[in-house]
């Protein structure tokens, strides 16, 4: 079956440098790519998403790149602060074109002050 | 806009007894989702709705039953709760621009479901 997931489950980074958590997935079908953020206690916070007509899409300190080739998704944080301390969950569009999501496991992302 | 939210936050139920999780969206998302999480896993599809009226089941429907009434309401019902439905429930709701199926889902804050 389907099935989205994570490189590493827990990443560990010095406050200020940069982040990469990287992301597999398996439908080459896929259209639609979501990273998500969780706190503790808290629910999916959107981050960032990207359609499979782009390699590249940035936001404010994040940018997500696809690579469609190696159906590959990467989640890079610049210059990571202590407020980035939680989960990250990324997630691809299921098949059969009926707006669902298929999750990954999540990274846990450690900002060492 | 209060966007969505869930009811109630905690709940701790016996084995055998229903309850039904609350989910209301105020964005006029005609689509809407039910996941359960449980611990240091990802989110599961229980069960989505394209639009009021229609219904469809997710990854791990069994145990659980939904109704798409109105647009903003997605309850979720557990019959006959069992420890193995002890997880924590996040509803969600998106609306797909023109063309599109697949788009940003916004999340509730969840219900922390235990069932012993």
């Known amino acids: 079956g389907e099935n989205v997931g994570l490189h590493l489950p827990t990443l560990s980074v010095q406050e200020g440098d940069n982040s990469i958590i990287n992301c597999a997935y398996s439908n080459s079908a896929s259209d639609y790519f979501i990273w998500y953020k969780q706190e503790s206690g808290k629910g999916p916070q959107f981050i960032i998403d990207i359609r499979s007509n782009m390699d590249k899409r940035q936001g404010q300190r994040v940018t997500v790149l696809l690579n469609k080739t190696v159906k590959h998704l990467s989640l890079q944080i610049a210059a990571t602060q202590p407020g980035d301390s939680a989960v990250y969950f990324c997630a691809a569009e299921g098949s059969g074109n009926t707006g669902k999501l298929i999750f990954g496991q999540g990274t846990t992302l450690q900002v060492k002050p | 806009n209060a966007g969505v939210t869930q009811t109630p936050k905690f709940r701790i139920l016996k084995i055998g007894q229903s309850m039904t999780l609350q989910c209301t969206q105020d964005?006029?998302?005609?689509?809407m989702y039910w996941y359960r999480q449980d611990p240091g896993m990802g989110l599961k599809l229980i069960y989505y709705?394209?639009?009021?009226?229609?219904?469809d089941k997710g990854e791990v429907p069994n145990g659980y039953n939904v109704s798409r009434s109105t647009t903003e309401d997605f309850p979720l019902r557990l019959e006959l709760a069992a420890p193995s439905q002890t997880s924590v429930y996040f509803c969600?709701?998106?609306?797909?621009?023109?063309?599109?199926?697949?788009?940003?889902?916004?999340f509730g804050p969840g219900t922390r479901l235990t069932v012993l």
């Open positions: 709705s394209v639009g009021a009226g229609i219904t």
């Open positions: 964005m006029n998302h005609n689509y």
């Open positions: 969600a709701s998106s609306y797909p621009a023109l063309g599109l199926v697949t788009d940003t889902q916004y």
